[in-house]
């Protein structure tokens, strides 16, 4: 097959990320192949290695729109809140909710790739996009809540540790196993037991 002249290669790039994500996000990753996503972009398999070198390197441009997705979507359902207790936990409530709205996407953020027979590196900007999650999360707790910037990183990586960990339990049907039937329970269990010190007076 030819390729077209609709697309431009900026473009073309990006419908390949596009349709690679949907691929996951309705069939898994498991069902991401060169075959599978030439039918989904209407070009040949040869085009998809034009643009990325491998498939890990196109699952990892799908993890950082996926991120960057999680991101956008925990700040559109704080914005309007004031900066205590509640923000935090809309956030919480936010992440882990996105999880569960996108099981396949999310399962592929964090299964571990590997390329000839070791585990692939996670180029720059895909770390950076990581790490600002983090920094965003440090933020919100810095805004809402008396804790002292030394303990607002630390806990920041603690509360995302633990908002991963009730993610995955809840999708996979573990969580339950444990007596807990909803996930939003556990999370404010969580945030008043290690948070409850720090809130402000006005709360």
Not at 48 to 71: E, K, P, R
Not at 103 to 120: P, Q, V, Y
Not at 126 to 132: G, K
């Amino acid at each position: 097959m030819a390729r077209r002249k609709d697309h431009s290669p900026a473009d073309l790039r990006e419908l390949i990320r596009e349709a690679a994500q949907k691929i996951i996000k309705t069939k898994g990753l498991k069902s991401l192949t060169a075959r599978a996503l030439a039918q989904e972009v209407g070009y040949t398999p040869g085009t998809i290695y034009n643009f990325y070198s491998d498939m890990d390197a196109l699952v990892a441009a799908v993890n950082f729109a996926t991120l960057g997705q999680l991101q956008q979507t925990c700040l559109q359902k704080i914005e309007s809140l004031p900066p205590d207790f509640s923000k935090v936990r809309a956030l919480a409530y936010a992440y882990v909710d996105f999880a569960h709205e996108n099981l396949a996407l999310w399962e592929a953020i964090f299964m571990r790739t590997r390329k000839a027979g070791k585990a692939a590196r996670l180029p720059t900007l895909y770390q950076e996009r990581i790490l600002s999650l983090f920094v965003m999360i440090e933020g919100i707790l810095k805004e809402c809540l008396n804790i002292p910037a030394p303990d607002a990183k630390q806990s920041a990586r603690l509360l995302w540790a633990c908002l991963h960990g009730i993610a995955v339990l809840t999708l996979d049907g573990r969580l339950q196993l444990v007596g807990i039937e909803k996930p939003h329970k556990i999370i404010d269990d969580l945030l008043m037991k290690y948070f409850g010190i720090y809130l402000k007076s006005s709360c």
